[in-house]
């Protein structure tokens, strides 16, 4: 069993009392917001050690370019002020900061209080970014005989109706915030933890809280049953290959989505095998199955009024006598052949299984995969924002948007067919899983070769984002997807927290956006 560390992270909907001299606090926002948090309300966590003179001074100090800090007494109590400009492409809650003022700012050790200044509009980006900041895999020796370190957030709504956050609203920000920190504990574990069998575990774990049993296909019976990209990544491993499916099933659902995620436990590049300075690190290439897992989860408990499935592609792409070789070709789920060129372009061929079953098996009307597909991922589109391909220009808009509102940034890649998918052609096969050409649009290409394998007169909408690069932050894993998918879709929940920063019905254009989508696929 994983050590985990002893932190409680818990959202809450009053205004505590506590002296710093006993529980640390952190006050933060941007500086507009700041200023409008009355003294009376700041009192109760900073008294009797911090007077209202030395507060109102401390905040007069405060100059943020971006961010800004200030003492009200020792480490135990402080001011911070995040940015306030964001370019168009960026989230104005700059929750980015958060995360790094959070673990600055705090002593670690006891019990904290983080006390958020902001507008509505921004508590659900903030609390992900908070929530960023707590990971929960350790191995450090004595982690798991600390003391318990709770850490308590509350929010000061500066919108003018001046309301505070509803219970329901809280409990939103409570288990969206520990579906982020599993997410991220399952990346951040290492493959001899974090196998196969295990990820299987973790699925399991997941439906038996939700009274969900999953649908578990593993080893051999990928092979018997066709899927034949997921047997043959994951056939050399110690651990068996799996496919597993979480489904939630609604009596009055209207459509099917399916979210599909990339599940390599560990990537050596198989015989095409990595280099000694990029193979550490590879334990992440799961990042995209675990935050499907985290944001379903977390969907479910939100009241999810759609049918919604969660597959999970799983293999480990190990070097052995029973590895893929370059030149071997396999029969994909789709039934179209594969010609290996590249045993280290493994993870698309696992997820082409995967969409394929959402589109054939599950009749899925929405089609969203979620993998660390390519490292020419963050030479596109960045270390903050994933990249975006898909076949409707509403769900592209739409998805931008809610990188915006939630904090997990997402930007387009070109969707072009007729001038990419080309690169993927073969003599003896359907098509190679890696291109001819390198330099032309690598992860656009990439991404293609997942959507060939539903086809590209697929009538439903088939939206992909690879995460590579902000699945982690230095050597630690975000939980990247989970919030993105809420987001995404929380119009489909009861939440009224996911509903109000959902892209569709903020204004009248996100309105329109909805009317100009087909009439069976429609912006939830």
């Known amino acids: ?76 109590a402080t001011l911070a002020a995040l940015p306030v400009k964001a370019s168009r492409h960026n989230t104005p809650s700059r929750s980015h900061i958060l995360t790094k003022l959070v673990r600055s700012c705090l002593t670690g050790s006891g019990n904290e209080c983080i006390v958020v200044a902001c507008e509505h509009a921004h508590v659900f980006a903030l609390g992900c970014a908070i929530a960023r900041a707590f990971p929960l895999y350790s191995r450090k020796a004595g982690s798991h005989k600390q003391v318990q370190r709770v850490i308590t957030v509350e929010f000061v709504i500066t919108d003018e109706d001046n309301s505070s956050l509803t219970d329901e609203e809280v409990g939103t920000l409570n288990f969206t915030a520990q579906s982020i920190r599993e997410s991220a504990r399952i990346v951040d574990m290492p493959c001899s933890e974090m196998n196969t069998m295990h ?57 099917t989505i399916a979210w599909v995620g990339k599940g390599i436990v560990y990537d050596t590049g198989g015989l095409s095998i990595k280099g000694k300075t990029a193979m550490p690190g590879m334990k992440r290439d799961c990042g995209g199955a675990a935050a499907i ?70 009749k899925a009307d929405i089609i969203v995969d979620m993998a660390t597909l390519t490292g020419a991922q963050g030479i596109s589109t960045g270390k903050y924002h994933a990249g975006l391909l898909t076949n409707n220009e509403d769900w592209e808009m739409a998805s931008m948007k809610a990188g915006r509102n939630t904090g997990d940034l997402v930007f387009p890649l070109v969707y072009s067919p007729e001038l990419h998918f080309s690169e993927f052609g073969s003599a003896v096969a359907d098509m190679k899983n890696s291109v001819a050409d390198r330099g032309n649009a690598q992860s656009s290409c990439a991404g293609l070769f997942i959507g060939s ?26 939980g990247f997807g989970v919030g993105l998918l809420l987001g995404l879709f929380g119009r489909a929940t009861q939440s009224k927290l996911l509903q109000s920063i959902s892209p569709c019905g903020l204004n009248q254009d996100d309105e329109m956006m909805v009317e100009s989508a087909t009439k069976k696929i429609r912006l939830i």
């Open 453 to 478: 394998h539903i086809g590209f007169d697929f009538g439903g909408v088939w939206i992909h984002f690879d995460i590579a690069s902000p699945s982690y932050s230095g050597e630690r894993a975000t």
């Open 199 to 255: 990820f299987v575990q973790e699925v399991q774990r997941v439906g038996q809280g939700l009274g969900i049993t999953p649908l578990v296909i593993q080893g051999e019976e990928l092979q018997r049953k066709g899927f034949g990209g997921i047997y043959g990544v994951g056939k050399a491993a110690a651990n068996p290959p799996a496919f597993a499916v979480l489904s939630h099933t609604p009596p009055n659902a209207t459509q």
């Open 293 to 362: 897992l985290g944001a379903f989860e977390a969907a479910v408990k939100a009241g999810f009024e759609e049918n919604l499935h969660a597959l999970f592609c799983l293999a480990e792409n190990a070097v052995g006598p029973d590895a893929t070789r370059p030149d071997d070709v396999h029969i994909m789920y789709s039934g179209r052949s594969v010609e290996i060129n590249n045993t280290d372009a493994e993870g698309r061929l696992v997820l082409a299984d995967g969409v394929s079953y959402a589109a054939r098996d599950l």
């Open 1 to 76: 069993m994983a050590s985990v560390k002893s932190e409680m992270l818990q959202f809450s909907a009053t205004n505590t009392t506590s002296d710093p001299a006993d529980r640390s606090v952190l006050i933060v926002g941007q500086l507009p917001n700041l200023t409008k948090v009355p003294y009376d309300t700041a009192k109760t966590k900073l008294q009797p050690r911090v007077n209202e003179e030395s507060y109102r001074m401390a905040l007069g100090c405060l100059s943020p370019s971006p961010t800004d800090t200030v003492s009200l007494w020792f480490n135990n």
